[in-house]
């Protein structure tokens, strides 16, 4: 096949591929035949790739509650090409998400106070948990300078281990609380932004600026689901050496989980009843049960 009859195939497929699809078809199978630009922009919950299925619908409906990878179908004893090119998107997806940063404007741009751990760069961050439980003299001085008194309640946004959670979810949420905080008469001091931040720092937060209580939103660990899902970490009386147990957290804050705004006021009436009980954490679960 020479130059000129390969193009000519090609145009035939491009065609073929443009031409109008059976609206019949479950969209799933429209996305197929028309090859998506972009796999990664597919649900995961409406993809169903099984054949000849004995109760399809059934199955869809089930799909729907559930981004897990269910009814992927197969070629032969491999999985289909569709189904390994979304899975090898949202691989790399999460690998970004780790290894990228918030952007440098970040903080200047929404309001908040920047400061970093000890952490030099993502390489140590990735390496040393403990380096991004605590800060230096500069940024220590830094925190106290831009929080004044002691604030009743501290929020501090940490890029954590997913960037693009934060970028997605943190403003939106941040803004739900601090409005849900001001309903209450609860005051809080300046946010902060902390890059190269672990769950811990806001226990570091807390010895510095004595607050009575620290609000973590940070990004999680990513997975296949997502690479946007960010938790928030609320510890009553913060102080290095804590109890992991003594915090009360709310996970899963993203799009297709907890919405950031919905997110931002369940974490706010939850701030007030922690600081009614005086206890967060699975205390706060024991006196509930009580």
Do not use: W
């Not at 035949?33 to 399809?56: C, I, P, Q, T």
């Not at 993502?122 to 001085?141: A, H, I, M, V």
């Amino acid at each position: 096949m020479n130059k000129e009859e390969l193009s000519a195939l090609v145009a035939d497929i491009l065609r073929g591929m443009e031409a109008p699809v059976n609206c019949e078809k479950p969209p799933e199978k429209m996305e197929m035949e028309r090859v998506a630009a972009d796999v990664s922009n597919m649900d995961l919950r409406k993809l169903y790739l099984v054949e000849d299925a004995a109760d399809g619908e059934r199955f869809r409906k089930m799909k729907l509650r559930t981004p897990a990878r269910l009814g992927s179908g197969k070629a032969g004893p491999r999985y289909k090409t569709l189904t390994m090119l979304r899975f090898r998107a949202d691989h790399a997806a999460a690998q970004d998400a780790v290894f990228s940063q918030v952007a440098e404007d970040f903080a200047e741009k929404n309001g908040l106070v920047p400061v970093q751990t000890r952490c030099k760069d993502k390489d140590e961050y990735l390496t040393r948990p403990d380096l991004g439980r605590c800060f230096d003299q500069e940024n220590s001085q830094k925190i106290r300078s831009a929080v004044a008194g002691t604030p009743r309640v501290q929020i501090v946004v940490g890029d954590g281990l997913s960037s693009a959670a934060i970028t997605a979810n943190a403003m939106d949420c941040l803004g739900a609380i601090r409005d849900g905080l001001k309903l209450k008469g609860i005051e809080s001091g300046k946010p902060l932004f902390v890059r190269y931040c672990r769950v811990g720092a806001g226990d570091a937060v807390g010895d510095i600026t004595g607050c009575e209580l620290v609000c973590v939103l940070v990004g999680e660990r990513p997975g296949l689901v997502t690479d946007k899902s960010m938790s928030a970490y609320i510890t009553y009386k913060p102080h290095t050496g804590v109890s992991e147990s003594a915090r009360t957290v709310i996970s899963n804050i993203h799009a297709q989980g907890t919405p950031a705004v919905e997110a931002g006021a369940a974490v706010a009436e939850l701030i007030d009843t922690i600081l009614k009980r005086k206890v967060s954490g699975v205390g706060l679960l024991t006196e509930a049960g009580a």
